[in-house]
Each structure stands twice: as structure tokens, then as C-alpha cells.
């Protein structure tokens, strides 16, 4: 898990959050409420699906716009296991580690692949979409 999350507020315009994940090299931004509750994320798939292809300005839409909500996130007492099937049930890649409704850390598929490479069958599609794993 990483504990250095980077997050914006909903009211950011998209181009804050591009421009953060540029410069910390990082895919994913999870956005979060005046509380400091975790409330989305945005990811490079949001930002080119939502805002590229479709030709927004970037400097006008605002996070709330773009994010993918409801989050879904996991608490810290999940199994790598467990986050690899939930990663390929739900076709995503980033899960934010919530607790008590405190963003703790962030699990990504790469986090998983480094700690467990078994799980890399598991996660199979998801990594690999046009040269799928086969699964024992």
C-alpha cells in the first residue's frame, strides 16, 4: 500500500489534477470531501475517456465532473488475495484503503503484482487485456 496519496478537492479543475499527477508521476487522484472523506477518484482512463475525447476544457471542469463515484475502496485488514478478485471483478486497477472513512493508503494492481507475482493469473485480463493470462 502506498500512504502518500495524492488527492484533490471536488472543486478542482481537472487540468490541478492532471498537472498533480504529472508531477508525481502517479495514475490516480482520489478525491476528497471538506471532511477529508474519500469521495472518488479521477484516473488517467477518466481523464481520456471524460475530458480528452470528448474535447472538455480542462481548466473549467471540475473534478466532481470527471471523478468516478461511488468509490469503491477496501479496509486495511483485506488479503492481497481478496484484492486481486475484487481488482478483477470490478475492472479496476486503484483501490483506495479507507478506514473509519480516513483514506489511509492506495493498493494498485502494481502493488499486488510486486508483492504476490502468483497473482498475476488472477489479475490476468486486467493487466494483460489483449494477451490474456491463463489461469491455472
Known sequence: MTVNVKTAKPDAAVIEVIRKMTKFDVGSVVIIDSARRPVGIITERDILRKVVEPRLPVD????????TSPLVSISPDLSVEQCAKLMGDKRIKKLPVVEDKKLLGIVTSMDLVRTEP??????GDLICPYYPVKKE
Do not use: D, Y
Request: glycine letters at 0%; hydrophobic letters at 65%; zero cysteines.
Open 118 to 123: 502468483k497473482l498475476i493469473s488472477q489479475l
Open 60 to 67: 473549467v471542469i471540475t473534478a466532481l465532473e470527471v471523478m
